[in-house]
Structures are given as C-alpha cells and as structure tokens.
C-alpha cells in the first residue's frame, strides 16, 4: 500500500496545508477488492501517528479515489451511486472523513468519460458554449465536469454524507495515444476548466460551493506508466518528459505563463533508424519487441506518429528502444537491420526523441546537478498546480 504527501501552499485557514493520501486509486475497478481490506485500517493508523506527534490538527488522512468508484448507469447525475462492491467500504472510508474533517479525495476524467460515453461530445468535454446540454429532471448540466462532479455528489448523498468537502486530486486532458488526445485541445480543456473553476459558480447540486481544492494531472509525461487504460495513458503531462510546456497557458496566474526547464542537458543528437538497404520482411518483427521494453505510444491511432508510413513507423520503435538504452551501438543493432545517423528523422508533429543525460551517461556530479534541476521544478510547479479557491 502506497502511501503519498501532498504538500502546497495557499490554504484558505492557513499558511501551509498537508494531506498524507493512503494509496494511489486503490479502489481503480481494476484492481479487483484486492486492496479494500486494508485501505481503512491503513488509514486509521496513520491517523493514530498523526495524533501522537500532535500534528492531527495540521495534516488530514485521505483516500484517492478513482474516477469509476462512483457510476450512473443511465448518464444522469441524479442516478449516481457508488459500485455495488464499494459500498461497505465507501460508507467505513466516509465515516472516518468525516470524524476527522477529512475531505473525500477523487479523480474526475472529463477524457475518458468522452471516450466512454458516445453521448457526451468533445465540446460538451471542453466547457464550449455551443455544447448540447444535458438535463436531468429540472437541472440543466453544461458541461462534463459538472456532470460528472455531481453524479459523485449523488452518490456521496445516498449513503449519507451530502455536505462532505471534496478535493479534486486528479484531472487533466492527455496530449498523444489516442484520437482528440492533442495539445491544442488540452490547451482548450484546461482553459475552459481554469475558467469555470474560477467563476465559483459550482454545480447544479452544489451552486456556488466548487471543490476546496483541484489537482491538475501532471507535471510531466510518464513514459513507464501503466497503459492498460490506454496508450494516451503516458501523456497527461502538461510538459513533456524534458521538460518543455506542451501549450501557452497561465493556470489563471495572469501573465505567468508555463516556462521551459532550462539547462536540460541531452545525449549527443543521434538517432537509430532502419536501414533501407537491409532486407526488411522482418522488420515489425523486431520493432514489435523493440515497443515491448520500450514507449512507443506515439504510433498508436490518432497518436502524434500513427501517420507515419512504413517503415518510418519501425523507425520511430527502432529509436525509442535505442535512446531508452542510453544510445548504446548495440541498442540499434536489431539484426543488422538498425542505423544510427545524426540527420534528425522527426516527421511534421512526430518527434523522435534524444534521451536526457543520466546517471548512466554522465559523471556523478552532473547528475546530482541535473535532478536538483528536476526537483526544483517539481517543487515550483507543485505550487502552481494546486488551486485552492
């Protein structure tokens, strides 16, 4: 059981507020009820050390919990409950909230309720005012978010804990793997979020009270992270893997707009390509095991690369494998069917990467630079990202 610190500044009552979350989704319904056992006593226990180092008062105990542990079969909020097989547990977690002024931790996912749900349209994901609405008995929904932030609230509601404050711990909008997963439309989606959130106009089940705080998903790509949801699973980084900002955009901080990391230092600009004087029958072959250690996400359909043709795309896995690898000559071998050349292969919006200097690539001293680099990053955007409001 995994446990994670949420640390920001900003808090309404104070100067400093923290959160010690019991897990990463544990109750994800793919999971199974693996984890249910243990994520209440998990909790209660560090609450009892919280308790005994005095700091009860100061760090709140809370449970994330992901966008499927609360359903609506037919779409409308006021439909909305819990998982028949979360039930038990969800009512034990609430009451332990509750007794601490705990807030009920959850991720909304306007992307993959768009991708589930052939019923909610991109605009009406993207807060367009031109978006069909939804209506459910006398309560018009503009949006996906409200949509989805009040079929919580219902569920919350039938098992007893309306009023209970909520943290949006997880949102974003993908920017490659999958069809609509671009940065222009990320950009769209966080402005239209930003914009709403700021408003204060809350949801038709809780007008003028929107969540304490919001979480954006993430600071950068993860190109090791589980892609069994999907491949676009990889790219929810408002920068990429290097550090760069994916789109123009303030977080509603005025004219603070995103800023490159600077000083990143890359491997020598050399890329691994197939050779096209090789015989090639066994080509996707070797590209298929090449994408299996390593993240080829981009070539999938609608993905930044899945337009480019034969053989480019065995070369985009050729080069993922070799720079995952440290751009070692034998990591573009491949049969003899690899090639490495310094005329850059990147195709319109595909980018073939050069991978980050490393530990493995660098002195000891230079790394050390390199991840405070990382860290102090990590740390700025930390206190960007959490919205208090």
Request: proline share 4%.
């Amino acid at each position: 059981m995994s446990i994670w610190i949420f640390l920001f500044p900003g808090r309404r009552s104070k100067g400093n507020e923290r959160y010690v979350a019991v897990g990463d989704e544990p109750f994800l319904q793919s999971y199974g009820d693996r984890f249910h056992p243990f994520v209440i006593g998990a909790a209660m226990n560090i609450q009892a050390a919280l308790t005994k180092a005095n700091l009860a008062g100061e760090v709140k105990v809370v449970v994330p919990c992901s966008f499927d542990t609360f359903v609506s079969e037919s779409g409308r909020p006021s439909k909305g409950h819990f998982r028949t097989d979360l039930n038990k547990t969800m009512i034990e977690l609430l009451t332990f909230l509750s007794k601490h002024h705990s807030p009920f931790f959850v991720t909304i996912s306007p992307f993959i309720s768009f991708q589930q749900n052939k019923n909610i349209s991109l605009d009406f994901s993207l807060f367009k005012e031109n978006a069909r609405h939804h209506n459910d008995s006398h309560r018009t929904y503009k949006n996906s978010f409200d949509l989805s932030y009040d079929t919580l609230v219902s569920a919350l509601s039938k098992i007893g804990f309306p009023e209970i404050d909520i943290v949006v711990a997880c949102i974003g909008w993908p920017t490659d793997g999958a069809a609509n997963a671009t940065s222009s439309i990320a950009e769209t989606f966080m402005k239209g979020l930003i914009d709403h959130l700021h408003s204060k106009t809350g949801t038709p089940l809780r007008p003028r009270n929107p969540p304490i705080e919001t979480f954006i998903f993430s600071l950068l790509d993860e190109d090791h992270r589980s892609i069994t949801s999907g491949n676009f699973e990889r790219h929810w980084g408002v920068f990429t893997f290097d550090g760069q900002a994916k789109y123009h955009f303030n977080f509603g901080q005025g004219t603070k707009n995103l800023v490159n990391a600077q000083l990143v230092e890359y491997l020598a600009p050399k890329w691994c390509v197939v050779n096209n004087n090789k015989e090639l029958s066994n080509a996707s072959a070797s590209a298929l095991e090449a994408c299996s250690t390593s993240d080829c996400t981009a070539l999938s359909p609608g993905g930044s690369c899945s337009n480019i043709s034969w053989p480019g795309n065995i070369s985009y896995a050729f080069n993922s494998y070799y720079q995952q690898n440290d751009q070692r000559a034998d990591s573009c071998d491949f049969g003899g069917l690899g090639l490495i050349t310094t005329v850059d292969p990147s195709v319109d919006t595909c980018r073939f990467f050069v991978e980050l200097q490393t530990s493995h690539s660098t002195s000891a001293h230079e790394a050390y630079i390199f991840l405070r680099i990382i860290l102090l990053l990590a740390c700025l955007f930390s206190c960007l990202l959490g919205f208090t409001w």
